[in-house]
């Protein structure tokens, strides 16, 4: 039988797994992500796309969105954008903004009528819950808008804005124990 000798097995068996997962990396970064960031730098209303990062089960994105930048379309655009790096995955959006406390104590005193409404599927709740929140202060506006998957949220004063999506529960159909 032949000796093998184990330092070129091991170098070559090193380097060809370098070259393989190598490969894979400089292929996402280079043929998915960076034109995924490009894309997105094109999209009225962002004012900042940060690196897209692909993991095994989503896509996640952090952008800084314009004070008057329209959540919903902007939201879909970066769904539509994303479409063929996420092949189905998970869109992780991460919504980078400046903190205003301000708008952050209305999310606040809103966020448990917030919360029943998105747990009961009251959906219709949340315009008029967001409405009273802010109609104490001056200057202030919300809006809501809704999709068939996430519910948004945005709002707005004089500084700046404060963009929310809230993910929907679709209903479940099920058979009845007694059917």
């Not at 879909?76 to 092949?87: F, R, T």
């Not at 809230?166 to 479940?172: A, F, G, K």
């Amino acid at each position: 039988m032949r000796n093998l000798r184990m330092l070129p097995i091991a170098v070559t068996v090193t380097i060809s797994a370098a070259a393989l997962f190598g490969g894979w990396t400089l292929y996402k970064e280079v043929a998915v992500a960076s034109p995924l960031t490009s894309a997105l730098q094109e999209v009225p209303g962002i004012v900042e796309a940060g690196k897209a990062q692909i993991g095994k089960d989503e896509v996640a994105v952090s952008v800084e969105l314009s004070k008057d930048a329209k959540l919903k379309e902007v939201y879909g655009s970066i769904l539509e954008e994303s479409a063929d790096a996420s092949n189905g995955k998970k869109l992780d959006l991460d919504i980078v903004s400046e903190e205003d406390p301000v708008l952050e104590d209305i999310w606040q005193s809103a966020l448990f009528e917030i919360a029943e409404a998105m747990e009961t599927k009251s959906y219709s709740d949340i315009p008029a819950t967001m409405e009273k929140a802010v109609a104490d202060h001056e200057g202030i506006t919300a809006e809501t808008a809704m999709d068939e998957t996430n519910v948004y949220v945005t709002i707005r004063s004089e500084k700046g804005a404060k963009f929310i999506v809230l993910p929907r529960t679709p209903n479940q159909l099920g058979v009845w124990g007694n059917a």
